[in-house]
């Protein structure tokens, strides 16, 4: 069975940065595609980014291109979210799932099992 497991959240100040980690076990990590997704009170879950088992692709949209870094680290089965120049909007819990399809898609329709999330706090 794929677990997930988030750590790294906390408080910042606007303009700082965060490093969340994703770790998993249950199958092979290499095989791992690892989408990330955040949710605030009120509103559905969203795509932050993703990146593929394959070829280690990303994909992010667009309102962290730029400032969020996904990388992977398969001996460590750790897969990271770099966060700079944070912004009070960035401000939610973060997810972090599994897409067993491999395509790292923005829908979330597709993403099988997750992590408890982590909260980040951005603060003005």
């Known amino acids: 069975q794929v677990q997930l497991v988030e750590s790294g959240g906390g408080l910042v100040q606007a303009g700082g940065s965060l490093r969340l980690s994703c770790t998993a076990s249950?199958?092979?990590?290499?095989?791992?595609?690892i989408g990330w997704f955040r949710q605030t009170p009120g509103k559905e879950r969203e795509f932050v980014g993703s990146i593929r088992a394959n070829d280690g692709g990303t994909h992010y949209v667009d309102a962290v291109k730029g400032r969020f870094t996904i990388s992977r680290d398969d001996a460590e089965n750790t897969v990271y979210l770099e966060m700079n120049s944070l912004k009070p909007a960035d401000a939610a819990v973060y997810y972090c799932?599994?897409?067993?399809?491999?395509?790292?898609?923005?829908?979330?329709?597709?993403?099988?099992?997750w992590g408890q999330g982590t909260q980040v706090t951005v603060s003005s």
């Open positions: 799932a599994d897409d067993s399809l491999g395509a790292g898609t923005e829908d979330i329709r597709l993403y099988d099992y």
């Open positions: 249950g199958r092979v990590f290499r095989m791992y595609t």
